[in-house]
């Protein structure tokens, strides 16, 4: 086994074979789920935990517990093979490759290494991001700026891993600045790299609350800096088309991918001035028909409605949205901008919020746009 200082170990050159057959890195975009059951993963933070875990035995005790054991935050208990280990006279570090299952994670195969420094000086314990984790830099997200993007829970299990010791411990991800940028960290303000995440310890493949988790975080940020505009798109083409019609700052960009009930819940209680909904002819006319969740193996167009919707009979015979726009052209378009704001506002019921909704096509080209608040 390599010491920690080295950034490959063996097993995460078998993670990193495992990569290249499955065509990584993952990203939160991968639209398939692979074929028959999927298995479960763990977060950063249980990896990490199990790192500081190892690391604190072997500085306590003088050898590297492998497996090394923990507590997840529900009770469970979850073994971990160490990647590496090395040791000092106040110091040992530990590394855990990052197993996330079948989830599309993009730290699947990440090295996170704990080192766990004697600091016998009364601070209890003190958290320091390394090599590939991340600063925050903006308020709104759990950590305040300043810290270490090791948030609450994952926090809380190292400090129990290491007994609330006098000690400093300090995560790394080698490469990790790299992984970042396939993440929303940079339009949450985190800086230098990953965030050291997970509730549960579990990673669920293919889970919605994560994502919908990151959308709140994404609110959060846009309201402590005091944004009245942000925007939630279905993908990029649809994103780049709103940032540049509208002028609006990288974190006013929620990735709200398929979860527009995720992000209007959310801002029902946590209000931002105006919000700005936007998607391809496909998502667009699922949300005008009163869809929540536009992801295509939980909602699906209804063409005759569509067509009782716009007058035309010819669409109740389409097989596909874009098949629709091409027949009824770009007034269909602006039907469904319009019924898709009526909803949006229904569903958010509140009157602090404007809404405006527009209709992006693949090219990139806003061809319709209902309550344009410029």
């Not at 540049?244 to 527009?260: E, T, V």
Request: charge should be neutral; include cysteine.
């Amino acid at each position: 086994m390599r010491p920690c200082d080295l950034a490959v170990s063996p097993m995460a050159g078998r993670f990193e074979r495992l990569r290249e057959r499955r065509e990584l890195p993952y990203t939160l975009h991968m639209a398939r789920k692979p074929d028959g059951p999927l298995r479960t993963g763990f977060t950063t933070g249980a990896c990490a935990t199990a790192a500081a875990r190892s690391a604190f035995v072997a500085l306590t005790k003088g050898e590297f517990p492998d497996p090394v054991t923990i507590r997840l935050p529900h009770g469970e208990e979850a073994r971990f093979m160490l990647a590496c280990r090395d040791r000092g006279g106040n110091w040992a570090t530990s590394g855990i490759v990052k197993d996330a299952g079948d989830d599309p994670d993009v730290t699947h195969g990440a090295l996170v290494r704990a080192r766990v420094t004697r600091m016998d000086d009364g601070g209890g314990v003190r958290f320091r991001a390394g090599e590939g984790v991340g600063m925050v830099t903006m308020p709104g997200l759990p950590i305040p700026p300043g810290e270490p993007a090791i948030n609450p829970v994952p926090r809380a299990m190292l400090r129990a891993a290491v007994e609330e010791s006098d000690v400093e411990v300090e995560i790394s991800i080698p490469g990790g600045e790299e992984l970042a940028r396939s993440t929303w960290n940079p339009r949450l303000g985190i800086e230098g790299g990953l965030s050291i995440l997970g509730t549960t310890g579990i990673v669920r493949p293919f889970s919605c609350a994560a994502w919908i988790a990151s959308i709140h975080r994404g609110i959060d940020v846009a309201r402590a800096a005091g944004l009245r505009h942000v925007a939630g798109c279905t993908g990029a083409t649809t994103e780049k088309a709103v940032q540049r019609h509208y002028g609006l700052a990288d974190h006013a960009m929620l990735d709200m991918g398929d979860f527009a009930g995720g992000l209007l819940r959310y801002l029902r209680t946590r209000p931002v001035p105006h919000v700005t909904i936007a998607g391809g002819i496909g998502k667009m006319a699922k949300l005008a028909q009163g869809a929540r969740d536009l992801h295509s193996s939980r909602s699906q167009v209804d063409f005759e409605a569509l067509a009782a919707m716009t007058g035309d009979g010819r669409l109740a015979h389409c097989r596909t949205a874009l098949q629709a726009l091409e027949v009824s052209g770009d007034g269909l378009a602006a039907v469904i901008a319009d019924r898709a704001r009526r909803q949006a506002i229904e569903w958010l019921d509140n009157p602090q919020v404007t809404i405006d909704t527009m209709v992006v096509d693949r090219q990139g080209r806003i061809i319709a746009v209902s309550g344009d608040s410029r």
